[in-house]
C-alpha cells in the first residue's frame, strides 16, 4: 500500500474544512488530491479529533501485541500436545 504524502492530522483538518461548508472540488484543487481520495478519507476518518486519531493508535498497537502472545501461546500449546501425543 502506497503511503500518503499527508499525515492523519491533515486528513483530519481536510475533513474539517468540509464540514464548515467548503466544496469538494475547491478542497481537492487545494490540496492536490482526487476526489474519490477525499471520500475515501471521509469513511475512514469522519467525525475524528485528533486525540481520537492517537487513542486509535495506541488501541492498534495494543491489538497487535495481543495478537502476538496469542499466537505464541497457541504455538507453544500445539508443540506441548504433540510431545505429548509421542509419549503415548
Avoid at 6 to 35: M, N, P
Avoid at 37 to 59: C, H, I, N, P, V
Wanted: proline content about 1%; aromatic content about 8%; some cysteine.
Amino acid at each position: 500500500m502506497r503511503k500518503s504524502k499527508f499525515t492523519e492530522t491533515q486528513i483530519v483538518s481536510i475533513l474539517a474544512q468540509y464540514e464548515k461548508g467548503v466544496k469538494v472540488i475547491d478542497l481537492c484543487r487545494e490540496h492536490g488530491i482526487s476526489q474519490p481520495t477525499f471520500y475515501q478519507w471521509q469513511r475512514k476518518y469522519s467525525g475524528m479529533e485528533a486525540s481520537d486519531l492517537k487513542k486509535l493508535k495506541d488501541m492498534e498497537s495494543e491489538l497487535a501485541q495481543f495478537k502476538r502472545i496469542v499466537a505464541d501461546l497457541t504455538l507453544q500449546n500445539r508443540i506441548l500436545k504433540d510431545v505429548i501425543e509421542k509419549k503415548l
